[in-house]
């Protein structure tokens, strides 16, 4: 293309290359979510249509981007992980990050009724995204149990909070002063001896999140042949496919990453 007098203000441009041998983190936050859930009338504590719906924009991203080898997403944020190696987009993380950001939201707008049915959508939902580059396996995985953390100590609290306000016929405020200063320790022994539930057996994906890993599987398919003698019949076909599998488990320990080796690339 011939250049014309206006070409330098290319040169306005800023470098954003994502350091080299980093992991890159690209989180997605729903806008005032408080607002959207309250709007969409939202299960209290846990609507599992939303989190259907995150997890299922989320494994868009997956399948749609190049080179996130793991995914880790509770209440309205998602986390995504770029391979330490990659070079999509010459690691621009504006690049990156603005693919995440709009792959996810036109998800959930295109997979909405998927989950929520004839409930309508009744405005467009926003996500904001940030970058973050982790150096190290340690700092990454550091960066997951954060993420994870923090699941558990929300999902705890709002459990207690709405079992107390459903349950035990509180008033918001009432729950909100029976749980100040209140430890873990506290919150269990609430709701095990006062609404007789184990907190460490209610639902895996409210208390643990999910993550999202590609892993390779068999799969096995009826095929329809055709026998020399001209008849069809089914055949049994097994091959082995990778796809983007949920788990809610702990990330925090070993046993996951010992499971899943081929996440994380050594460090160097
Ligand atoms: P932001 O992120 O600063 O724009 O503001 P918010 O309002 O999105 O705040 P954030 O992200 O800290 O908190 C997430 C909100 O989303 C929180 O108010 C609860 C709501 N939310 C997320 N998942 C669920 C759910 O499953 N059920 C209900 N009822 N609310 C949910
Ligand atoms: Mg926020
Ligand atoms: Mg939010
Ligand atoms: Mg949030
Ligand atoms: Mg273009």
């Not at 290359?17 to 309250?38: M, Q, S, W």
């Not at 995504?80 to 993380?93: D, E, G, I, L």
């Not at 409930?119 to 939902?125: D, E, G, M, N, S």
């Not at 390779?216 to 003698?229: I, M």
Request: net charge neutral; glycine share 4%; proline share 3%.
């Amino acid at each position: 293309m011939a250049k014309s007098k206006f070409d330098y203000v290319r040169n306005f441009e800023t470098d954003d290359t994502c350091l080299r041998n980093c992991y890159i983190v690209v989180r997605l936050d729903g806008r005032n979510f408080h607002k959207f859930a309250e709007q969409h009338t939202f299960i209290k504590p846990n609507d599992n249509r939303a989190l259907g719906l995150m997890t299922r924009s989320a494994r868009s991203v997956m399948e749609e981007l190049e080179d996130i080898v793991i995914a880790y997403g509770q209440s309205d944020e998602f986390s995504f992980v770029f391979k330490r190696t990659s070079t999509w987009f010459k690691r621009r993380a504006s690049k990156l990050m603005t693919h995440v950001a709009s792959q996810f939201s036109s998800s959930y707008v295109f997979y909405w009724k998927e989950f929520f049915g004839e409930q309508p959508l009744l405005y467009p939902p926003g996500f904001d995204g940030r970058v973050v580059l982790y150096p190290s396996n340690r700092n990454l995985r550091d960066y997951l149990s954060w993420r994870q953390a923090d699941c558990h100590i929300n999902n705890m609290y709002n459990t207690v909070f709405w079992t107390l306000v459903q349950n035990g016929g509180l008033t918001t405020t009432q729950a909100e002063d029976r749980l100040k200063g209140t430890l873990a320790a506290d919150k269990n022994e609430i709701l095990f001896s006062e609404f007789n539930i184990n907190y460490n057996t209610e639902s895996a994906i409210h208390r643990k999140g999910t993550t999202l890993i590609w892993e390779k599987r068999d799969e096995t398919a009826t095929k329809r042949t055709k026998l020399p003698n001209g008849e069809e019949t089914d055949v049994a076909v097994t091959r082995s496919r990778r796809r983007v599998h949920a788990h809610h488990c702990d990330i925090i320990g070993e046993p996951f990453w010992a499971e899943h080796p081929d996440i994380l690339e050594e460090d160097n």
